[in-house]
């Protein structure tokens, strides 16, 4: 089973419908009982930093995330805010603690003449070839809507995938063991973001 983790700051509606539309059975909950009962958990978000930290300790789900993800290593994808919530720190509104997962610090863009929030279809560079972009065309565009991101620079275990280029090069698409994130949001990429939703769960299942 797959669990979208319900902490009120996400697209879940769209990300329970992609992940039906290729084939597999999700369920949105906060519920620890079925987060345990989960092979893959995926944690969404839009919006702000802070406030997706205050949802997480509202809704009590640091707790049994940090069991099944460092403990068990259960395999997780963050989309947008959800991987930034996986790091450590933010700068968004002063600095902010995340999750910690990632020993990666979320900047926000450096913006001289380019608006922001990065909102819009841009490129996913691989760094080289990978199994999570099967299918998936070199020119293939990804739905992008942030104003922060997230550089690798401080944690050795996390490996880089692809990046985007929007003024400044930043992380598109990494993992750290069982811990995976991507920029993007693949549930509103079409084609190319249901490939990528496809080839991350037939990997994981």
């Not at 996986?86 to 450096?110: A, H, N, R």
């Not at 560079?125 to 620079?153: M, Q, T, V």
């Amino acid at each position: 089973m797959i669990c979208i983790i319900d902490y009120n700051l996400g697209n879940v509606i769209s990300i329970k419908n992609a992940v039906n539309k290729i084939g597999y059975d999700c369920i949105i909950s906060s519920k620890i009982s079925d987060i345990e009962s989960s092979k893959i958990l995926i944690l969404p978000g839009v919006g702000s930093f802070q406030k997706g930290m205050e949802n997480l300790k509202k809704n009590e789900l640091i707790g049994i995330l940090n069991e099944q993800v460092i403990e068990k290593k259960k395999t997780i994808l963050g989309i947008c805010l959800g991987f930034q919530l996986m790091c450590e720190t933010s700068d968004e509104f002063g600095e902010s603690k995340g999750l910690g997962w990632i020993d990666l610090t979320v900047k926000k863009i450096k913006h001289k003449n380019f608006r922001l929030p990065h909102v819009g279809w841009n490129k996913v560079e691989l760094s080289k070839p990978n199994d999570l972009f099967n299918n998936i065309n070199s020119n293939d565009l990804f739905y992008y809507n942030h104003s922060f991101c997230i550089k690798n620079s401080g944690d050795s275990d996390f490996k880089t995938i692809a990046k985007c280029n929007y003024n400044e090069e930043f992380v598109s698409v990494g993992f750290k063991k069982n811990i995976y994130g991507i920029q993007p949001h693949p549930e509103k990429s079409q084609r190319q973001g249901l490939a990528f939703l496809d080839n991350f769960i037939k990997s994981k299942c």
